[in-house]
Nanobody, 126 residues
Framework: QLQLVESGGGLVQPGGSLRLSCAAS????????IGWFRQAPGKGREGVSCISNAGGSTNVADSVKGRFTISKDSAKNTVYLQMNSLKPEDTAVYFC???????????????????WGQGTQVTVSS
């Protein structure tokens, strides 16, 4: 069964850090790009970052550039999202999603991904 499982969410104070994990099972990430998305209450899904199948190409949204970093551990078949200098506006449910191949120019569009995890809640609050 093809599955993506996110973990690592939680409650953190402004300025703090979290590392989210996206573990894949049933397929190898060597052939898939992984995107991270987030959805805040009452808002649409926003593309945060993407890493291509080979791991050499990454994309990051302007809203998180310089604060969030995406990486991949092929041995663990897992993609990470390191989030630093968190702000209250980063509060959302974070999802990872997979698509075959590279991230591409439309990496931020959720319609190009065909496998999704269940999401993990990130809350930034004092």
């Amino acid at each position: 069964q093809l599955q993506l499982v996110e973990s690592g969410g939680g409650l953190v104070q402004p300025g703090g850090s979290l590392r989210l994990s996206c573990a894949a099972s049933g397929f190898t990430l060597n052939y898939y790009a992984i995107g991270w998305f987030r959805q805040a209450p009452g808002k649409g899904r926003e593309g945060v970052s993407c890493i291509s199948n080979a791991g050499g190409s990454t994309n990051v949204a302007d809203s998180v550039k310089g604060r969030f970093t995406i990486s991949k551990d092929s041995a663990k078949n897992t993609v990470y999202l390191q989030m630093n200098s968190l702000k209250p506006e980063d509060t959302a449910v974070y999802f990872c999603a997979a698509r075959f191949g590279i991230c591409g120019r439309s990496w931020y569009s959720d319609v190009i991904y065909n496998k999704w995890g269940q999401g993990t809640q990130v809350t930034v609050s004092s």
